[in-house]
T-cell receptor, first 116, second 113 residues
């Protein structure tokens, strides 16, 4: 069974500072990894995903994440935080390597706070 | 309408009521999902439908009853719920062959009194 651990339920950074949200996973097969963002009163929106190939993945809104198999990590970064980045961020894993439709396993989420 | 829509957005019901949540996807996907999002807990997968067939029931109590009449529509029928069932219920869809990238609706905020 797979699992996801997000370190830090709340992360606070200053506007313009580096954003780093941590995610570690466990999976019995090569994983597919995702970062989603949730703004208040909205559903989840995909930021980026890793399936195969290049381990540094770029997503929307200037975010990127690096898959490190040796560390079983998929940390999310953004060089310069913007006030509009304040939201809840979820890391998720799927070990559905067979092309089927399985649900995702999510971490508990990290609430990102941007200080002016 | 585009993407994944859910109705109603907010629902308040008593423990003896019967209500239904509706989800519709306009993306041409063939898999649909129900998730439960409670405060301070990870999103919990409830049900998976693959080509209208239920392929996963994640030990969900029988007071939650899903229905998938076609690949575009998904319902969650609710009856005799408990206060601890109050949560945000999210619907998602995906294309079965697309690395399981899921697209989410805005959710229904359910309050059980």
């Amino acid at each position: 069974a797979q699992s996801v651990t997000q370190l830090g339920s709340h992360v606070s950074v200053s506007e313009g500072a580096l954003v780093l949200l941590r995610c570690n996973y466990s999976s019995s097969v090569p994983p597919y990894l995702f970062w989603y963002v949730q703004y208040p009163n909205q559903g989840l929106q995909l930021l980026l995903k890793y399936t195969t190939g290049a381990t540094l993945v770029k997503g929307i809104n200037g975010f990127e994440a690096e898959f490190k198999k040796s560390e079983t990590s998929f940390h999310l970064t953004k060089p310069s935080a913007h006030m509009s980045d304040a939201a809840e961020y979820f890391c998720a894993v799927s070990d559905d390597s067979g092309g089927g439709a399985d649900g995702l396993t999510f971490g508990k989420g990290t609430h990102l706070i941007i200080q002016p | 309408e585009t993407g994944v829509t859910q109705t109603p957005r907010h629902l308040v019901m008593g423990m003896t009521n019967k209500k239904s949540l509706k989800c519709e996807q306009h993306l041409g996907h063939n898999a649909m999902y129900w998730y439960k999002q409670s405060a301070k807990k990870p999103l919990e997968l409830m049900f998976v439908y693959n080509f209208k067939e239920q392929t996963e029931n994640n030990s969900v109590p029988s007071r939650f009853s899903p229905e998938c009449p076609n690949s575009s529509h998904l319902f969650l029928h609710l009856h005799t719920l408990q206060p601890e069932d109050s949560a945000l219920y999210l619907c998602a869809s995906s294309q079965r062959q697309r690395y399981n990238e899921q697209f989410f609706g805005p959710g229904t905020r359910l309050t059980v009194l």
